[in-house]
T-cell receptor, first 119, second 115 residues
Framework: AQKITQTQPGMFVQEKEAVTLDCTYDTSDPSYGLFWYKQPSSGEMIFLIYQGSYDQQNATEGRYSLNFQKARKSANLVISASQLGDSAMYFCAMREGQRGSGGYQKVTFGTGTKLQVIP | EAGVAQSPRYKIIEKRQSVAFWCNPISGHATLYWYQQILGQGPKLLIQFQNNGVVDDSQLPKDRFSAERLKGVDSTLKIQPAKLEDSAVYLC?????????????FGSGTRLTVV
């Protein structure tokens, strides 16, 4: 079974509108973390936002927020007020393994969603 | 702080040739990762180092891929001999510890084309 599933290969959004990128995950580990990365055409992966499995509130970072629904095992990324510079690939990723334990943590990436912002 | 440095940026080789990629992580970052990203897919972890020791190399094709991190700083990933299916972007990333909660810092990657 896929650990991370991103069902939207591509998305379009009008500039200044909000957009939601979907991500579902599968793990039996009680302690895990979820990430979103942005990959522009230049190729570099840029860390956007992190949500821990025990965090009570949804994570927010500027225009990015993570809609974490633990029971549904979903971690959707919401980008508000889209800008042309937001056009890129977006990857959802999951960390399994106990944080801070000194033990090994494994991070698995999804297949990505290509977001295009239309002027 | 300076980012993760990778070189070369691009490389084209013929199948059965060998190639090496270099990565210099952010100063003070103990953990270094090599990822392979095939076109249209997400990055796949090849190997993870904690200082100069290997933490995970379970997805590294050890018959042709090798990696080292001497002195716990920079790292080299080698492919010998290369196959057509090795065409991909090779991303290096680093983090202060193995705790990935604050995200890794990635380099710009090396785009390998095997012809």
């Amino acid at each position: 079974a896929q650990k991370i599933t991103q069902t939207q290969p591509g998305m379009f959004v009008q500039e200044k509108e909000a957009v939601t990128l979907d991500c579902t995950y599968d793990t039996s580990d009680p302690s895990y973390g979820l990430f979103w990365y942005k990959q522009p055409s230049s190729g570099e992966m840029i860390f956007l936002i992190y949500q821990g499995s025990y965090d009570q509130q949804n994570a927010t970072e500027g225009r990015y927020s993570l809609n974490f629904q633990k029971a549904r095992k979903s971690a959707n990324l919401v980008i508000s007020a889209s800008q042309l510079g937001d056009s890129a690939m977006y990857f959802c990723a999951m960390r399994e393994g106990q944080r801070g334990s000194g033990g090994y943590q494994k991070v698995t990436f999804g297949t990505g969603t290509k977001l295009q912002v239309i002027p | 702080e300076a980012g993760v440095a990778q070189s070369p940026r691009y490389k084209i080789i013929e199948k059965r040739q060998s190639v090496a990629f270099w990565c210099n992580p952010i100063s003070g970052h103990a953990t270094l990762y090599w990822y392979q990203q095939i076109l249209g897919q997400g990055p796949k972890l090849l190997i993870q180092f904690q200082n100069n020791g290997v933490v995970d190399d379970s997805q590294l094709p050890k018959d042709r891929f090798s990696a080292e991190r001497l002195k716990g700083v920079d790292s080299t990933l080698k492919i010998q001999p290369a196959k057509l299916e090795d065409s991909a972007v090779y991303l290096c990333a680093s983090s202060k510890t193995g705790d990935s909660s604050y995200g890794y810092t990635f380099g710009s990657g090396t785009r390998l084309t095997v012809v």
